[in-house]
């Protein structure tokens, strides 16, 4: 590949840029055996060299470490200019279809760290090099989309994550930190909240409630009132929440109003950490997991209740181009029939047995009792929960909070989320 042949070159003729543009044709330096097809360099001092390369079909470009290809059609399509962007409004004008499929700039240049494409028709765009670094696909695939601490048991109580008291929560800094132990781990808490609906449903200042065939907010105690293993008093196995609905809940909340009896902790372990645990140990069940969808369903029929809900998904849902995982549907509870995995299906379940030994592995299982005025909130995308068998009576409400409007508080607060 030329990016190879040029980092060898590199140091020999780093004297020759000295902080100057140099154009270098390298048919004129007798290097054609190397190079096929012109090659341009550029000293940039903040970045080293920016060298690129004009293919047939693809724009080549090497800067900050970085080789990066570009389509043509892409090129024209995300410039920025006043005529294909609106700045107002951050939504594109220029009708994608309308693009030449075969187009090629006429012209490229540098001007510091600004390339800038010339069209045939005389349409000009502007590319600042580091935001080219920043949104082509080899620069997406040394990135973590939402950055998260992977942990067990021993490493959340090493970190001491503080929870947060209700009234600073109702306040924008209180808020903030919250937010961020939340996306990081997954888990957060808030104390001393009253014990009244009113005030419970204070907490969606950070989201929209998402509102359900459960209701807005809803109650629970073990007396059967809805089709669910949840509304029992037996042990829960550890699971997400909603596998049934297409796009799974967000952020589960659970508040515990009254608890008179024993038992009843909550479990929770983060299957992210598991994931990445089957990632290094068998990354072929990994790519199974995250490739075949399976059916998970809920069906009611308790008297006014009447319900029957599908969804379809794989257990690992990833981004494809770093296999970074951004949700977890695991609940054996609500899968269906699996009659969606061909010849297959019998790697899956081994796929799915390797998964499971990791998720119930006693290290990274966390126990937490939740007492009358002690919130906790789950990411249901990426932390499982169950619970343990209780007596007595226990009633909880609690609601599922939209992850959309969780992360763009996030971000309006100025978090990486």
């Not at 920016?50 to 290809?69: G, P, R, S």
């Not at 000009?124 to 989309?145: A, H, P």
């Not at 629970?220 to 796009?247: G, M, N, V």
Request: glycine content about 4%; proline content about 4%.
């Amino acid at each position: 590949m030329w990016c190879h042949r040029l980092s060898y070159l590199q140091s020999r003729i780093q004297n020759l840029l000295r902080g100057t543009v140099i154009h270098w044709t390298l048919q004129q330096l007798n290097f054609k055996s190397l190079f096929p097809l012109t090659v341009h360099w550029h000293h940039i001092a903040s970045k080293s060299l920016c060298a690129w390369q004009q293919h047939e079909d693809h724009f080549e470009l090497q800067y900050a470490n970085t080789v990066m290809h570009f389509d043509y059609v892409w090129l024209q399509d995300h410039c920025r200019s006043s005529s294909c962007y609106n700045s107002k409004t951050y939504q594109c004008s220029l009708d994608t279809a309308s693009i030449n499929l075969c187009i090629k700039p006429k012209i490229i240049h540098l001007d510091k760290t600004t390339l800038i494409f010339t069209w045939p028709d005389g349409h000009v765009t502007k590319y600042d090099l580091d935001w080219l670094v920043k949104n082509s696909f080899e620069g997406q695939k040394q990135k973590v989309v939402q950055p998260r601490i992977l942990w067990n048991s021993e490493i959340y109580h090493q970190a001491q994550v503080p929870s947060a008291d209700f009234q600073r929560f109702l306040e924008t800094n209180g808020l903030k930190n919250f937010l961020q132990n939340f996306l990081l781990y997954g888990i957060a808490f808030v104390e001393n909240v009253p014990l009244t609906q009113e005030h419970t449903e204070k907490l969606e200042r950070i989201s929209l409630i998402r509102e359900n065939i459960y209701g807005r907010m809803w109650y629970y105690t073990s007396d059967f009132s809805r089709s669910d293993t949840a509304y029992t008093k037996p042990a829960l196995d550890q699971h997400t929440e909603t596998t049934y609905f297409q796009e799974p809940c967000g952020i589960q909340v659970f508040h515990c109003l009254k608890h008179e009896g024993t038992g009843s902790r909550k479990l929770l372990v983060d299957g992210f950490y598991a994931a990445e645990k089957v990632l290094q140990k068998a990354p072929e069940e990994f790519e199974l997991l995250s490739n075949v969808p399976l059916k998970h369903e809920y069906i009611e029929d308790v008297g006014e209740c009447q319900n029957h809900i599908i969804g379809v998904g794989p257990v690992l849902n990833i981004y494809p181009w770093n296999k970074e995982v951004y949700l977890i549907r695991y609940n054996n509870y609500d899968r269906a029939v699996i009659n969606t995995v061909p010849y297959v299906v019998h790697r899956w379940y081994t796929a799915h047995r390797t998964l499971t030994i990791e998720l119930r592995r006693p290290e990274k299982e966390f126990w937490v009792k939740l007492k009358p005025g002690r919130v906790l909130f789950i990411d249901n995308w990426c932390v499982l929960h169950g619970r343990e068998s209780f007596t007595g009576y226990c009633q909880l409400c609690g609601c599922y909070l939209t992850r959309d409007d969780i992360l763009n508080t996030a971000h309006l607060l100025g978090l990486q989320a």
